[in-house]
Structure formats: C-alpha cells, structure tokens
C-alpha cells in the first residue's frame, strides 16, 4: 500500500513516528524524497550514529519542545549523525555526485533527522571523507567527535603540556574527549567505574574510580585542572571549579542547570555550555586526527535501521562503552 504521505515523485525510507504524541513507536515510513534546493546535497546513507540526543528528543523536555516548535512537521525522524554517499546535488555545492560525506542534520534548518536511507542537507553540514575511511566509524563521529573536540579545543581552549580532568570517560563523548586532550599535548584524569578503569587507562589517562568515593576529592591530589570536563551532568559546578588552576575552564555538556548555565554569562565566564552541533568546519579536524590514527572511535554494535527503537532503549541505559551505529 503506498504511504499516506507519498503523493508522488522520489521515495525514501525512514524509522519515523506519526506525531509527537508520547510513546508513538517508530515504524520504517515511505516519504517523499525532497529535491535539492541551490547549496543542498541528497545523501544515500549508510551508517547512522546513535546518540542520547536522539531518544531525548523524543521524551518530554526542552529538546522536543524545541524540535516540535522549530523542526519540520510530523512524521518525526530523530537522529543526527550520518555517513554515506552523495547521490544528488543543487547548485553552488562544493561537494559532487559520488562524494563519500560525513555529516549532522539540523532540526532548525527544518531537516528531518538521519535514521532513513537518505538525508537531505546544506553544503555547510558535511565534510568529506579520505579514501579508506571506514564509513561506520564515520557514522559515529559527528555529534560526540565534534562535541569533544569543542570542549578541549574552541571552547576548553587547552594548551600542551596542561592538564584535564574528564567526568564520565568510558562514554562516547568522554573516550574521544580523553584523546583530544592528548592530541592536543595534555595530560587527562579520568572519572568511570570499576569496570571501565581499563578502557580509561588505555586512552592514556589517569583513571579513578567513582564507585569508591567522591571522585572530585580524589581528583584534587591530580590537581588542579586547567580543563574540567562534565561530559555526565549531575557533578557539582561548584566542585568542578574548585578544582581548576586559575584562569581554568570548567566545561559541561549534559544536565546543566539555569543556575550554571547563568555561571557561564556572567565574569570570570569560567563554566561554559558546548552545543555540538557538525559543520564542516568542525567536522574536517576531527575526521582528520581520526584518519591519522590519534583518535579511535569504539564501536560498541552496528544494527539494522529497523531496529532504531532497540538503539535508543540501549544507549538511554546509559551504560554503553562504545558508540552505536545503524545500517539502513
Ligand atoms: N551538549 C552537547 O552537544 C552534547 C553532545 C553529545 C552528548 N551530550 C550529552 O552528554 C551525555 C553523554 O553523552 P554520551 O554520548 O557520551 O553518552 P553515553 O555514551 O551513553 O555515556 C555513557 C557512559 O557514561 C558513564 N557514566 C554513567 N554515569 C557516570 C558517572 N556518574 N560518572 C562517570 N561516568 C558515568 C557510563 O559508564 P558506567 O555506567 O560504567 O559508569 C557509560 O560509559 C548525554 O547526556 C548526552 O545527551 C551532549
């Protein structure tokens, strides 16, 4: 039967959900390719990165409020990463037909999101891959390598030979947070529990152990910090900033308060907040050092598209250790 929202034209495929209404499940849907406008590309995908952004935007809260206002109509299509091949372009593009890219949608932009088999995006939001790049670890870079790489470098402002303190290491931000910081020519602590000490020390931090007491004291005799790093949410501002070395950044990206975020607008502007949105501009280092083999990106799983709903109720655990990435 065709779908209700094909009238006619290029079909695509994509895991959306009817409306926003809570819990409406997600069901591969039949949409009209869009036709791309001048410095809009059309991308065959091929890996799907998934991220908390994902399943939050569709749990009540400030990110579905704000895609429900600003994003495109219902059907729903959540997801941000993307990899693949660019099958379709409009004018003044700087990509061509045939370009294997890697990129973020933009719900602002009024783009539906990446869990389908094709995206439709501006010139801007894509960066290209080098020839060899493997394209489910491209999938997974977007959003937490371009949201890592901004709390070291654009925004955490970290020099060589400084010093780090990272909160939640084992995640998918944290990990690749940890090697931009050495990247960069710092030195990283790194707060996860027990099981993941290991992983953390194999990226070259320091590692404690939060499941044995409160890890801010523990993170003072490796202190104090040019750069502390909540990549969890729920750590005190308060404390982090405690532990900084004057003129020190205390940088978050998960379950910031008003009260911290307010922290941030006001001198010595020490906490800030880091949106990872993926541009080309960002997205070229990252892609570069992970080409060059100074960031490893863990793959925890690949899984079909069509078992998106699956993706999100794992990563929404909060215990994953390596990124998910969907096939369509
Ligand atoms: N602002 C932005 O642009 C942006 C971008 C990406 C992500 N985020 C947000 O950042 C958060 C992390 O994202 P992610 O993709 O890295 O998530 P993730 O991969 O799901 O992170 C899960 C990791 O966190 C660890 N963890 C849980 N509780 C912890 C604690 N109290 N202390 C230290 N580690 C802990 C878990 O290991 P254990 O359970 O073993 O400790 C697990 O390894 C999410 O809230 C996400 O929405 C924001």
Same mark, same amino acid.
């Given at each position: 039967?065709r779908s209700p929202f094909v009238a006619g034209g290029p079909v695509m495929r994509a895991m959306a959900?009817?409306?926003?209404?809570?819990?409406?499940?997600?069901?591969m849907t039949e949409l009209p390719t869009p036709t791309p406008r001048a410095g809009e590309l059309v991308v065959e995908v091929q =890996?799907i990165? %998934?991220?908390? #952004?994902?399943?939050? *935007?569709?749990?009540?809260?400030?990110? /579905? &409020?704000? $895609?429900?206002?600003?994003?495109p109509p219902p059907p729903v299509v959540?997801g941000?990463?993307f990899?693949g091949v660019v099958t379709a372009v409009g004018?003044?593009t700087?990509v061509?037909v045939?370009?294997?890219v890697?990129g973020?949608t933009n719900?602002?932009r009024k783009q539906r999101g990446s869990q389908a088999d094709t995206v439709v995006v501006r010139d801007?939001q894509v960066?290209?891959?080098?020839?060899?790049?493997?394209?489910?670890?491209?999938? =997974?870079?977007? %959003?937490?390598? #371009?949201?890592?790489? *901004?709390?070291?470098?654009?925004?955490? /402002? &970290?020099? $060589?030979?400084?010093?780090?303190?990272?909160?939640?290491?084992?995640?998918?931000?944290?990990?690749?947070?940890?090697?931009?910081?050495?990247?960069?020519?710092?030195?990283?602590?790194?707060?996860?529990?027990?099981?993941?000490?290991?992983?953390?020390?194999?990226?070259?931090?320091?590692?404690?152990?939060?499941?044995?007491?409160?890890?801010?004291?523990?993170?003072?005799?490796?202190?104090?910090?040019?750069?502390?790093?909540?990549?969890?949410?729920?750590?005190?501002?308060?404390?982090?900033?405690?532990?900084?070395?004057?003129?020190?950044?205390?940088?978050?990206?998960?379950?910031?308060?008003?009260?911290?975020?307010?922290?941030?607008?006001?001198?010595?502007?020490?906490?800030?907040?880091?949106?990872?949105?993926?541009?080309?501009?960002?997205?070229?280092?990252?892609?570069?050092?992970?080409?060059?083999?100074?960031?490893?990106?863990?793959?925890?799983?690949?899984?079909?598209l069509?078992?998106?709903?699956?993706?999100?109720?794992?990563?929404?655990?909060?215990?994953?250790?390596?990124?998910?990435?969907?096939?369509p």
């Open positions: 039967m959900q009817r409306s926003w209404a809570q819990g409406e499940p997600l069901v =890996a990165g %998934v991220n908390p #952004v994902d399943w939050k *935007m569709r749990s009540r809260g400030p990110l /579905r &409020l704000a $895609a429900r206002l600003i994003g959540v941000i990463d990899a004018a003044g700087r061509r045939g370009d294997r890697v973020g719900f602002a801007d960066a290209t891959l080098p020839e060899g790049f493997d394209i489910v670890v491209a999938g =997974a870079l977007p %959003v937490a390598g #371009v949201t890592a790489s *901004m709390c070291v470098g654009e925004v955490g /402002r &970290l020099q $060589a030979g400084q010093r780090a303190l990272v909160l939640g290491a084992s995640g998918g931000v944290g990990q690749l947070v940890v090697q931009f910081v050495r990247h960069a020519g710092g030195s990283a602590v790194g707060v996860c529990s027990t099981r993941n000490l290991e992983l953390v020390r194999s990226l070259g931090a320091t590692a404690i152990d939060y499941t044995q007491g409160d890890p801010l004291v523990e993170a003072r005799a490796h202190g104090p910090f040019h750069l502390v790093i909540d990549c969890v949410g729920g750590y005190s501002g308060t404390a982090c900033r405690r532990l900084l070395a004057r003129g020190g950044r205390h940088v978050m990206i998960a379950g910031e308060t008003v009260g911290e975020a307010l922290n941030g607008l006001v001198p010595p502007f020490t906490s800030k907040l880091v949106l990872g949105r993926p541009t080309r501009a960002r997205l070229e280092p990252v892609v570069a050092a992970v080409a060059s083999g100074a960031v490893k990106v863990r793959i925890e799983a690949t899984m079909p069509t078992q998106a709903e699956a993706a999100l109720a794992r990563s929404r655990e909060g215990r994953l250790t390596g990124k998910l990435v969907l096939l």
